[in-house]
């Protein structure tokens, strides 16, 4: 079993910055690929960033892509994920996800039945 922690949400305004953390535990950190994923209220959840496992290869969604940057740190367990530019639409609750398929296609990093784990989520408020 693996267990995300995901941190860092808040309330902030647009055009503000946050950076979420997602500690994870239970199983070796490198065995998996990490993504982020958010889900607004009424909104299924849709694709945000993604990890490889050794960090050499990240994915974006087009809603994000030059604004939020994923990066992960192999010694500490966790994955971070660094919004800036940040907009009202943005507002949702985050969750980090863990899959043992370290895909090199966009494609699969993109879909929720690709991961194993999932962490419970942070709120992310954007003001207007």
């Known amino acids: 079993q693996v267990q995300l922690v995901e941190s860092g949400g808040g309330l902030v305004q647009a055009g503000g910055s946050l950076r979420l953390s997602c500690v994870a535990s239970g199983r070796t950190f490198n065995s998996f690929g990490m993504g982020w994923f958010r889900q607004a209220p009424g909104k299924e959840r849709e694709f945000v960033v993604a990890i490889r496992r050794s960090g050499s290869s990240t994915y974006s969604s087009d809603s994000v892509k030059g604004r939020f940057t994923v990066s992960r740190d192999n010694a500490k367990n966790t994955v971070y994920l660094q919004m800036n530019s940040l907009k009202p639409d943005d507002t949702a609750v985050y969750y980090c996800?863990?899959?043992?398929?370290?895909?090199?296609?966009?494609?699969?990093?993109?879909?929720?039945?690709?991961?194993?784990?999932w962490g419970q989520g942070t709120q992310v408020t954007v003001s207007s």
């Open positions: 996800a863990a899959t043992f398929n370290d895909s090199p296609y966009y494609s699969t990093w993109a879909q929720t039945g690709n991961y194993n784990y």
